[in-house]
């Protein structure tokens, strides 16, 4: 990898891969729509002489290869809220891809678990079946289907698929960000679907450092790969090492159906929520298997200190 551009650069995932990018001195661009956010970005990481800003609309597949021209690979890290997601999805992804075709860029794709639908293996697998029963879960199988699309005839895609997850740059992009955020803040607090079940998470450092690996390794691309996490935990456990680490006591409210759905009278998104609740019941857990055997070791910071670290952070 020559140079790197990071598509929404200043988001959740994002963030953690221009970060970890930086850290190797692999020159990256940081691609965004808010020069504010991206002055704020690059400040905050002490303003690294390899890191270029690059201003645009990530719709607009101009935007995306005049920024780009430089790089080698690009790392697809920009999404759209639940609400815009059935309208939005799909456009961005093909500006992505366009952009990525006209410049012969590899293309790290950073999708989720939606398109699995309902688990049908104790650890889901690469080859676990694509049978989605949600809109969400639909359209995000479409996205797959568009990224390996065989008019992309320059463009060399991977997609990486995630878990929900946590970090100091997760914030309101995760299930878990504005709950740990709020505790931060010494705030009561939600926690989305049931406390007491346990189910898998990935330490957004973490996950990118296995996405760099991934975009280093030739082989990787056109195939599928799971960024596994670090194991499984419950959300009263999840809350008791944050509020620990916080030094606050303040309530932590379990919302399910009920909840988001009146909550969604306000906020969309949270009423977007409510069709993935399944997944807080009858968790996926990722296979490492395929990474492990093809790329090397997982990377698994342990849940006490990544929380911790994450609300020590945010604190800062």
């Known amino acids: 990898m020559k140079k790197a551009i990071v598509i929404g650069a200043t988001g959740g995932t994002g963030a953690a891969v221009t970060e970890e990018l930086v850290n190797r ?74 952009a990525a075709d006209r410049l012969s860029l590899k293309v790290v794709a950073v999708d989720g678990i ?38 992309w005839k320059q463009a060399r895609p991977l997609i990486a698929r995630l878990p929900d997850y946590y970090g100091p740059t997760a914030n309101q992009a995760s299930y878990l960000g504005s709950t740990l955020e709020a505790i931060a803040a010494d705030k009561m607090s939600f926690f989305i679907g049931n406390m007491q079940v346990p189910r898998e998470y990935v330490y957004l450092p973490d996950a990118a450092k296995m996405l760099v690996e991934l975009a280093l390794n030739e082989h990787a691309f056109g195939q599928e790969w799971n960024i596994p996490g670090g194991g499984t935990i419950a959300g009263h456990e999840i809350v008791r090492i944050a509020r620990r680490a916080s030094g606050t006591s303040k309530p932590v409210l379990s919302l399910g159906r009920i909840g988001l759905s009146l909550m969604g009278l306000f906020v969309p998104v ?17 296979s490492a298997e395929k990474y492990e055997r093809w790329i090397g070791p997982v990377p698994a910071i342990s849940f006490e200190e990544g929380i911790t670290a994450t609300i020590h952070q945010l604190k800062r």
């Open 270 to 286: 949270m009423k977007e929520v409510v069709e993935m609740l399944y997944l807080t019941t009858e968790p996926l857990r990722l």
């Open 114 to 151: 939606y398109p699995y639908g309902r688990r049908q293996m104790d650890v889901v697998t690469e080859n676990h079946p694509k049978q989605p029963h949600t809109r969400k879960g639909q359209i995000r199988l479409q996205f797959e289907q568009m990224v390996f699309d065989k008019r």
């Open 25 to 98: 001195g692999i020159p990256v661009i940081a691609f965004g729509r808010s020069p504010a956010k991206l002055e704020q970005f690059a400040a905050r990481m002490g303003q690294p002489a390899h890191l270029t800003l690059a201003v645009g609309d990530a719709f607009l597949a101009d935007d995306v290869a005049a920024a780009a021209v430089d790089a080698d690979v690009l790392f697809h890290c920009a999404n759209v809220p639940y609400h815009e997601m059935a309208k939005r999805l799909l456009p961005l992804g093909e500006a992505i891809m366009q």
